[in-house]
């Protein structure tokens, strides 16, 4: 198989020796405790540990030594399981991240009080007292730039200064049940550390905020959806002649710069993502799974990846960039299972969470 592999140009011709030192690198380790999103009540966070660890990969679960049994609530994924992610997740923050941005956090009296002395000792310019096993902010993506490998905090200070609350964007939420649209979307606070509070506009628009980073890939400014062929989810019931002209005037709101957003790279550096390209990608919606899957179309700096075997309402939308993309042969080598292309009478029972 490696062998077949490496002539096909989709591995390296030392992926052996890749291997044994990509499965020991990550900056998180297996019993790293950080803060999770409760994706059923996106307006907390929960303490979570590292309990298994695949390179940048990591399987995070809701901490029961931190938690009360009664909080622990009955999603089996987070807290009985684990969910399998990237270290560079958008759900995923350092200890004390939620007391600091008053998010609510559910957690043991114990552990609330370790969040008070490190939002205190932030709050009075000091070094925080973190444990051992906390995650802190230095080993998150957004705290440093891995190419340059220096400190980006200026010019997270600069995005953040001019972000503002009611700027509105499109947005990917990381919490819906297809990624195949983008949302009308709403900055309701400015957050410390480059973090924003996003609101889909709706009837729940406060209550299932979530919070991205400033850098986030899942942000995009507005007209996007509609210039890349990408369906737009919003506050209409009947979203065909939506005109953000028009809607922004309404709000008396204001569209997010154009600049305060990723670009769209030049069709030179997308041509390594032909159509028809084979891969390897994470089922967001069940992201313990990885699927052979195939690159159906470029949109922007989105990529319209399809599932081998499931049908085309099951596409999903990744960023070009995204660590959720491997290429042929990472389940092999890193000797995780991958999906069996499912067939026609299988496709009608699966249910997405």
């Not at 209550?207 to 737009?232: D, N, Q, R, V, W």
């Not at 041509?271 to 919606?285: M, P, V």
Request: aromatic share 10%; proline share 5%.
């Amino acid at each position: 198989m490696a062998e077949r592999l490496v002539k096909c140009k989709t591995l390296l011709a030392n992926w052996e020796e890749e291997r044994q030192i990509a499965l020991v690198e990550g900056r998180f380790k297996v019993g790293t405790r950080l803060e999770l999103l409760d994706r059923q009540a996106s307006d907390s966070v929960r303490p979570a540990r590292v309990i298994q660890q695949l390179g940048r990969r990591i399987c995070v679960r809701v901490s029961s030594q931190d938690v009360d049994t009664k909080d622990l609530g009955d999603d089996s994924a987070q807290t009985k399981t684990g969910i399998w992610c990237d270290e560079s997740w958008e759900l995923i923050f350092p200890v004390g991240w939620g007391k600091q941005n008053g998010w609510k956090v559910v957690a043991n009296t114990q552990y609330l009080q370790h969040c008070e002395q490190i939002t205190s000792a932030l709050a009075q310019g000091r070094k925080p007292e973190y444990m051992p096993f906390d995650a802190m902010p230095e080993i998150f993506a957004w705290y440093k730039n891995e190419e340059e490998g220096a400190s980006t905090e200026k010019n997270l200070q600069q995005n953040k200064a001019e972000w503002e609350v009611g700027m509105k964007f499109e947005c990917l939420d990381p919490l819906n049940e297809t990624f195949l649209e983008l949302k009308v979307a709403t900055c309701i606070e400015i957050l410390k550390d480059g973090y924003l509070k996003v609101g889909f506009d709706g009837p729940d628009m406060e209550t299932e905020a979530i919070p991205f980073h400033c850098t986030s890939p899942y942000l995009f400014p507005i007209h996007y959806a509609k210039k890349y062929g990408i369906k737009l989810d919003g506050p209409l019931d009947d979203m065909r002649n939506f005109c953000w002209e028009k809607y922004i005037k309404q709000c008396q709101g204001s569209a997010a710069p154009d600049d305060l957003f990723d670009k769209v790279p030049s069709p030179n550096e997308m041509e390594e993502f032909k159509i028809g390209s084979k891969l390897e990608a994470t089922d967001q919606c069940e992201s313990n799974l990885i699927c052979p899957a195939t690159v159906r179309a470029v949109r922007g700096r989105l990529l319209q990846i399809h599932f081998d075997g499931w049908g085309n309402d099951y596409d999903q939308l990744f960023d070009y960039r995204s660590r959720d993309l491997f290429p042929l042969g990472w389940c092999e080598m890193y000797g995780y299972k991958l999906e069996i292309p499912q067939n026609d009478e299988l496709l009608s029972a699966r249910k997405k969470k």
